[in-house]
Every structure is written in C-alpha cells, then in structure tokens.
C-alpha cells in the first residue's frame, strides 16, 4: 500500500468525506500528517502554500511528512519539500454548476456574494458585485482553478487553457470525479494498492436538500460562462479519468468493484448508524460528533448505534467524525501537548 500521498482538497468537492479516508488510514498505520502551525485546519489559505505553513518542518532537518491533505493553494515546489519524492498526487473535481451553487450557499458572507438575494442576482451582472482584488474573490469565480495555484481571473484563450492543463497533469498522478465517487474511489484503491475497508466511507459535510433547488437552463449556462477555466479543468480530467478506468479498471471489474463498495458501506451503515442515515444538526445527540455549521447551509451529520463493542465503536466513531474534530485529535496525538 502507498503510504506518501498528496490529496489537494479543493472546496465543496467531497473532499472532506476524502479526507476522512486518508485520516483513518494515517491513524491505522501510524503516518505523519503536515499539519497547519499550532494545529489549524487550512495551510495559511489563500496564500499560495508555503513549506514553512507545516507545523514541525525545518529547512535543517530532512524530516518529511506522509500524508499533505487540509486545505491549500497548491505550489509544487514548496509541496515537494515537506513530502517524499515518492508520494502521490491527487485530487478531487466536482462540476463547476453544482460547485458554485453550493459555493454560494456557503460562503454567502463572500464579498462578491454579500449583496445579493440570489445566484441568479448575481449572475446577471457578475462583474458589478465581484472584485478581482478582494482576498476572498476565489469563492464566487473559478474556485478550483484558484485551489490548483492558477489565476482565477486568467484569459481563457486555447493557449492559456492547454498549459494550465498540463502542469496539473505534470504535477498530479490522477484526479477524482465527486459526481462519480464510488467510482473515484474504486480508481483511488487501485492506484494507491489499498484494500476495500480503506476506502468505505459516509458522506461528511454534506448539505442539508431543503438548501438546494434546482437551477434554470439560462443559470448553468451563464455558470459555465462565468467558471470557464474551472468548466475546462474538469470536461478534461472528467474525459481522461474515464479513459483510467478503461485502461487500468475496466468497465466490467468497475461495476464488480463499486457493488462490492456499496454493499460494504451499507452494512457498516446498519452497524452503525442509528436511523438510515444523516440527520439534522439539531439531531445529533453526541456534540463531539456535530459538524461545523456555515454560511446559509446545513450540515447535516450522523447518530451512532449506543452500545457498540470496543473495536466496532472505534471504527464507527472515526467513520461519522467530522473533520475539523478529527483533524484536533491527529494533531494531538502527533504533536502531544507537554505534561503540566
């Protein structure tokens, strides 16, 4: 199993139920995480990441981290100094309509998005409401274009677009596909030589449907128009990621492979999980348990089953634990604090 692995978490991409992947693996397999400084949860976002943002790194000593994955802008060559020459490379993509509907739901403290009642408001007149100078400009134009380290107001000439493309496939060994994720991760098991259990998850940061509606035809093209670069990063790696599958998969052993998933998830989830699944924040007895709620959206979590035995309770714990809970538990358990 490969143990060095780099996962740029791009926002609202189901990349924190990613996350929660590579956190269950580390702990099973007692990895080093590269921690933000003082245990925060994002590398000093949005500046472009620097090597000196990891808690523990030092120019002077050769110490590398496994596992890079909270969040950051990707630079390759200060990445490439706090993990080993052998990691590897990958992300998440998700379709920029459904990305900046949900982009809009939850950063709508955004400056960009502050001023309006509704994304169509927005849309109609974008550049009226957005600013190319506000530092947190990224949330409302070409969110992952911005995550990979690019310029999220570039020119989309043909030119621009084909060298943009290639530095992420020169940096990155493969990219996921969030609409296809049982898919993503019978792709990311194969790749990384895992077993089945280490890529069984629940979905973790998801958002309540009462948020969400469905948007007109007009709304997704101006979408489109308005994340081009983000629309031309993910028709690519959408195209080649099913061109992975075809050569390293299969689509026979794929079917085989994301039946045995689901069957593996449904039966932790009757272990587990009281009820059929997620609920409401205001329904989740154990506070520990209770993901961070923000912006207009509500993030719905996961009751456990009382009275789970020792082994089955831990696995069941790690598997529902939000990030930002999980990501303080690693911490401590990596950086401890001193005795008092």
């Given at each position: 199993?490969?143990?060095?692995?780099?996962?740029?978490?791009?926002?609202?991409?189901?990349?924190?139920?990613?996350?929660?992947?590579?956190?269950?693996?580390?702990?099973?397999?007692?990895?080093?995480?590269?921690?933000?400084?003082?245990?925060?949860?994002?590398?000093?976002?949005?500046?472009?990441?620097?090597?000196?943002?990891?808690?523990?790194?030092?120019?002077?000593?050769?110490?590398?981290?496994?596992?890079?994955?909270?969040?950051?802008?990707?630079?390759?060559?200060?990445?490439?100094?706090?993990?080993?020459?052998?990691?590897?490379?990958?992300?998440?993509?998700?379709?920029?309509?459904?990305?900046?509907?949900?982009?809009?739901?939850?950063?709508?403290?955004?400056?960009?998005?502050?001023?309006?009642?509704?994304?169509?408001?927005?849309?109609?007149?974008?550049?009226?409401?957005?600013?190319?100078?506000?530092?947190?400009?990224?949330?409302?134009?070409?969110?992952?274009?911005?995550?990979?380290?690019?310029?999220?107001?570039?020119?989309?000439?043909?030119?621009?677009?084909?060298?943009?493309?290639?530095?992420?496939?020169?940096?990155?060994?493969?990219?996921?596909?969030?609409?296809?994720?049982?898919?993503?991760?019978?792709?990311?098991?194969?790749?990384?030589?895992?077993?089945?259990?280490?890529?069984?998850?629940?979905?973790?940061?998801?958002?309540?449907?009462?948020?969400?509606?469905?948007?007109?035809?007009?709304?997704?093209?101006?979408?489109?128009?308005?994340?081009?670069?983000?629309?031309?990063?993910?028709?690519?790696?959408?195209?080649?990621?099913?061109?992975?599958?075809?050569?390293?998969?299969?689509?026979?052993?794929?079917?085989?492979?994301?039946?045995?998933?689901?069957?593996?998830?449904?039966?932790?989830?009757r272990a587990c999980l009281q009820g059929t699944g997620?609920?409401?924040?205001?329904?989740?007895?154990?506070?520990?348990?209770?993901?961070?709620?923000?912006?207009?959206?509500?993030?719905?979590?996961?009751?456990?089953?009382?009275?789970?035995?020792?082994?089955?309770?831990?696995?069941?714990?790690?598997?529902?634990?939000?990030?930002?809970?999980?990501?303080?538990?690693?911490?401590?358990?990596?950086?401890?604090?001193?005795?008092?």
């Open positions: 199993p490969k143990t060095d692995i780099v996962f740029l978490k791009v926002h609202k991409s189901a990349s924190s139920t990613v996350m929660n992947i590579l956190f269950r693996f580390g702990e099973m397999h007692n990895l080093t995480f590269a921690f933000p400084q003082g245990g925060g949860f994002q590398l000093y976002y949005p500046h472009h990441f620097l090597a000196r943002f990891v808690q523990g790194f030092s120019p002077l000593s050769p110490q590398r981290f496994n596992i890079l994955c909270h969040h950051m802008r990707f630079l390759l060559p200060e990445v490439q100094k706090v993990v080993p020459s052998s990691a590897v490379y990958f992300s998440i993509l998700r379709n920029p309509v459904q990305l900046m509907e949900s982009s809009f739901a939850y950063y709508r403290g955004a400056s960009a998005f502050s001023r309006v009642r509704s994304l169509e408001e927005f849309l109609s007149q974008p550049h009226r409401y957005y600013d190319p100078t506000s530092g947190d400009r990224h949330y409302s134009r070409n969110l992952m274009t911005f995550d990979f380290g690019f310029n999220p107001d570039g020119e989309v000439s043909p030119e621009r677009v084909q060298l943009m493309l290639k530095a992420i496939e020169a940096s990155f060994n493969f990219l996921l596909i969030s609409e296809y994720f049982d898919e993503s991760m019978v792709l990311l098991k194969e790749m990384l030589c895992w077993d089945l259990d280490s890529v069984v998850s629940f979905p973790l940061n998801t958002r309540d449907s009462s948020t969400k509606s469905p948007l007109p035809d007009s709304v997704v093209e101006k979408i489109k128009a308005w994340n081009r670069l983000d629309w031309e990063i993910y028709t690519h790696f959408n195209r080649t990621f099913w061109e992975r599958i075809d050569r390293d998969i299969g689509r026979e052993r794929l079917r085989r492979e994301v039946r045995a998933l689901r069957e593996r998830q449904a039966e932790l989830a997620s609920v409401a924040p205001k329904d989740i007895k154990d506070s520990s348990l209770r993901p961070l709620q923000h912006g207009g959206a509500r993030i719905l979590g996961y009751n456990l089953k009382q009275g789970l035995d020792g082994e089955l309770e831990r696995t069941c714990r790690r598997l529902v634990t939000p990030e930002l809970q999980y990501s303080s538990l690693l911490y401590k358990k990596q950086f401890p604090p001193p005795p008092p």
